[in-house]
């Protein structure tokens, strides 16, 4: 199977390795011809253009920054649409608003490209370990065809629904996640007002119901004050705001997630865009975003 990649940033770099490594042809197209580079020197194809890219391969995957970005490279003048042709699966792994990705598959189904919206967690880590969840919206025999790519990516691969419902399970993840660190933040705010030590509030819950990955890896983030990203602010703050804009889309209200999406744009907005989100912490705590 020839795979297409296109988006080759920190998280779309590792995952094309990865389809190299598994074996597939793998394509690519990048705006700066020095990020695929590296690729080109595993073996990988570089083309000039969407289109182009799309007219020699079987799959076609995205993975960049946001909505406007998706449909650009999907459907723009020299998009994947314009290199349509018969059994072509479009897959977007990107972040992008639910209901922008119902109408992308619209418009690619409509040129008889197959769309799947699958994007993922697990970070960098999990994009160079191959071992990322992949959250999957659209046609179960799309994903059926396109599975083994997906496999050499991703360890945890779960159809949600139609068009738009992996990009509804990334939103939901990335609410989890917020307000989970806001959870654990108080909670050692609130250890260390009582003159305990947080350190081992956290070590005594890990083992209790309040146990999670949050406040494992962003506990220690925040008892060490060590906040080098795992997933930067400003992209949080991105995914929070579709999240807003698909809130107020549907006329519902979150209000947990309101309050922690403030906080995220506030620490952005102090100087904190390019530490790990879990950085809030440090204004849940009355201190500056970024340490002196």
């Known amino acids: 199977m020839k795979v297409g990649y296109i988006g080759l940033g920190i998280m779309g770099r590792a995952c094309a390795a990865n389809l190299l490594r598994a074996g597939f042809a793998v394509s690519v197209y990048a705006r700066r011809p020095a990020s695929a580079a590296p690729l080109v020197a595993m073996g990988a194809t570089a083309y000039d253009s969407p289109a182009a890219l799309a007219q020699a391969v079987d799959v076609v995957i995205t993975n960049v920054s946001d909505t406007p970005d998706v449909e650009a490279v999907l459907l723009g003048e020299h998009g994947v649409i314009h290199g349509a042709h018969a059994g072509l699966v479009a897959v977007d792994m990107s972040t992008i608003n639910p209901l922008a990705a119902k109408t992308i598959a619209a418009r690619l189904g409509a040129a008889g490209i197959a769309f799947l919206d699958a994007p993922v967690s697990g970070g960098e880590v999990g994009?160079?370990?191959?071992?990322?969840?992949?959250?999957?919206?659209?046609?179960?025999?799309?994903?059926?065809?396109?599975?083994?790519?997906?496999?050499?990516?991703?360890?945890?691969?779960?159809?949600?629904?139609?068009?738009?419902?992996?990009?509804?399970?990334?939103?939901?993840?990335?609410?989890?996640?917020?307000?989970?660190?806001?959870?654990?933040?108080?909670?050692?705010?609130?250890?260390?007002?009582?003159?305990?030590?947080?350190?081992?509030?956290?070590?005594?819950?890990?083992?209790?119901?309040?146990?999670?990955?949050?406040?494992?890896?962003?506990?220690?983030?925040?008892?060490?004050?060590?906040?080098?990203?795992?997933?930067?602010?400003?992209?949080?703050?991105?995914?929070?705001?579709?999240?807003?804009?698909?809130?107020?889309?549907?006329?519902?209200?979150?209000?947990?997630?309101?309050?922690?999406?403030?906080?995220?744009?506030?620490?952005?907005?102090?100087?904190?865009?390019?530490?790990?989100?879990?950085?809030?912490?440090?204004?849940?705590?009355?201190?500056?975003?970024?340490?002196?």
């Open 127 to 292: 994009a160079v370990a191959g071992t990322l969840t992949i959250m999957v919206g659209g046609e179960a025999d799309a994903l059926a065809r396109v599975r083994p790519v997906l496999e050499a990516m991703g360890k945890t691969i779960t159809h949600i629904g139609a068009s738009g419902a992996g990009q509804v399970a990334k939103a939901c993840n990335q609410i989890v996640v917020a307000v989970s660190i806001a959870a654990v933040a108080e909670a050692m705010k609130f250890a260390r007002a009582c003159e305990v030590n947080p350190a081992k509030v956290r070590e005594a819950l890990l083992g209790g119901f309040a146990g999670s990955r949050i406040l494992d890896v962003h506990g220690q983030r925040m008892i060490d004050d060590n906040y080098v990203p795992g997933f930067k602010a400003k992209l949080h703050q991105k995914d929070m705001g579709i999240v807003a804009d698909t809130a107020q889309a549907l006329g519902i209200t979150l209000d947990s997630t309101a309050h922690v999406s403030q906080l995220i744009a506030q620490l952005v907005a102090e100087g904190g865009g390019e530490l790990d989100s879990s950085a809030i912490a440090r204004l849940i705590a009355g201190q500056p975003a970024v340490a002196a």
